[in-house]
């Protein structure tokens, strides 16, 4: 399986700003598309952005304006910028590696060897 690691969350007051990493282990992810996922409690996890090989990206409408998402290959990295956060964004943060799509580059669909890590929590609150 292709696996991930996510990292850079944290406690943020409203209105603030993290950066999430999602690093690569074992593989190289240049060729992948993927996508950031999040779960917050009691909820189904939700797609929230993903960055197709070539750097073509999508966003939930929710974060549209607000999240950043990119891909630095020379560090097999993955970031998602999060700015202006709201309490709402408070969830368990998830990458993974998911399918690519002819029309938008990518899409929120896990791919066959994709896995979710840990995640990183984020938490929104004063």
């Known amino acids: 399986q292709l696996q991930l690691v996510e990292s850079g969350g944290g406690l943020v007051q409203p209105g603030g700003s993290l950066r999430l990493s999602c690093a690569a282990s074992?593989?190289?992810?240049?060729?992948?598309?993927i996508g950031w996922f999040r779960q917050a409690p009691g909820k189904e996890r939700e797609g929230v952005s993903c960055i197709s090989s070539l750097g073509r990206t999508v966003y939930v409408d929710s974060v549209k304006g607000r999240f950043t998402i990119s891909r630095d290959n020379t560090k097999n990295t993955v970031y998602l910028q999060m700015n202006s956060l709201k309490p709402e964004d408070t969830a368990t943060y998830y990458c993974t590696t998911v399918k690519p799509s002819v029309f938008k580059g990518c899409m929120f669909s896990q791919t066959d060897l994709g896995s979710w890590g840990q995640g990183t929590q984020v938490t929104v609150s004063s």
């Open positions: 074992g593989f190289t992810l240049d060729a992948y598309a």
